[in-house]
């Protein structure tokens, strides 16, 4: 009976995390925008399941600023602000900076080769403008270099960031020359690693991010900055 009770309390708990998870992302990935109505029954139902974890999921959304519930009516989407955004960035800049660091203490040999192996293909996929897949390379670099900080704590802290940028990134490699440049910036990155250089790689990927910012900024988003729209 105790057996049943604590298995149903870890469904519980895994279903209500599954309807988190797949909510946020489809909010900061914009299949739901800013100011969309979200109903607990509608939501239920995407997602083939009952009121309870939908509820739950909601408040944490709205915890996060994603969301807003109005009382008798259900959830509006908020989206990502203007000053998200460059908080985000300035977070993550300095992580990614840590996540370097530690890196060229921890990395180990095949993580190494596959970083290196991401670079290749996506210089690649960059000579041909093939941007949808230079992005899916761009997120591949980042997880490994998470992964190669030994730090899970860290890895899941900028797992979270980078979701949140994820509108963002797709605007800035698709400009003109960033894929390529942004690959150059991941290479100079592994080479300090490889080389265990850890100021330098830290340094780098401080600036890699910044720099990321500075040209989404130069291609829209200084637009809807201007604006204080939303990234969903």
């Not at 988190?20 to 997602?47: C, F, Q």
């Not at 909601?58 to 109005?70: A, D, N, Y």
């Not at 093939?130 to 992005?135: E, I, P, S, Y």
């Amino acid at each position: 009976m105790e057996e049943n009770i604590q298995r149903e309390g870890v469904d519980k708990f895994s279903l209500r995390g599954r309807v988190y998870k797949d909510l946020r992302e489809d909010i900061l990935n914009g299949k739901y925008k800013k100011g969309d109505e979200l109903k607990e029954v509608a939501i239920g139902e995407s997602y083939g399941v009952s009121r309870t974890p939908v509820r739950d999921a909601f408040h944490q959304l709205e915890l996060e600023g994603l969301i807003r519930i109005v009382p008798n009516k259900g959830a509006i989407v908020e989206g990502i602000s203007a000053k998200d955004v460059f908080d985000i960035y300035e977070i993550r800049s300095r992580l990614e900076g840590l996540a370097a660091r530690w890196a060229c203490e921890h990395i180990t040999e095949a993580q190494m080769d596959e970083m290196e192996e991401v670079l290749y293909m996506s210089e690649f996929h960059a000579r041909r403008s093939h941007f949808d897949k230079v992005t899916e390379l761009d997120s591949q670099f980042h997880e490994l270099l998470y992964a190669a900080s030994g730090s899970k704590r860290l890895e899941l802290l900028l797992d979270d960031y980078h979701q949140y940028q994820h509108s963002i990134r797709r605007l800035s490699l698709a400009a003109s020359e960033r894929g390529k440049i942004s690959n150059d910036e991941h290479k100079a990155i592994a080479k300090a690693i490889r080389e265990n250089k850890p100021d330098e790689a830290e340094r780098m990927a401080h600036e890699h991010i910044m720099k990321a910012l500075q040209n989404a900024l130069d291609n829209g988003l200084r637009d809807f900055m201007e604006n204080e729209g939303s990234l969903t």
